[in-house]
């Protein structure tokens, strides 16, 4: 199959590499507020999970945006595709009924150039 005429490839490969880098940083950021990373960049049929973090009972899947500036957080927060982040935390709580029984909840990190990182708790 042909690849999606949307980028070239080494704007993808850029896009895709600070996407990485984005989640390093906010697993850091997380990890010093005491969360536990229980996954990383969990992949279903459909759609992935950038972290999936634990604090205090409650099981955290977690989506990072990363932007140029930091004054784009609106617009990141409306690329949420939620629909997907559910479904995909739903297929990867099926393996793991023992979380899926207790609390759960889905938050956005925006990190930007310069900026401390956003963490939007319970964003949808």
């Known amino acids: 199959m042909p690849r999606s005429p949307s980028k070239p490839r ?11 880098r984005g989640e390093v940083w906010a ?17 279903t049929p459909v759609g992935e999970i950038d972290l999936i973090v634990q604090r205090f009972g409650v099981t955290v899947f977690v989506e990072v945006k ?4 930091s004054h784009q957080e609106y617009e990141a927060l409306m690329a949420v595709n939620r629909h997907r982040i559910v479904n995909a935390a739903q297929l990867w ?11 759960l909840r889905f938050d956005v990190i925006f ?14």
């Open 27 to 43: 697993e850091l950021f997380l990890r010093a507020q005491l969360y536990r990373v229980l996954a990383r960049r969990v992949k």
């Open 10 to 20: 080494s704007e993808r490969r850029f896009a895709e590499g600070a996407g990485r």
């Open 93 to 103: 709580l099926m393996r793991r009924p023992d979380l899926a029984a207790g609390d």
């Open 111 to 124: 990190l930007a150039p310069f900026a401390w990182p956003r963490h939007i708790v319970g964003a949808f």
């Open 66 to 69: 990363a932007r140029s500036f």
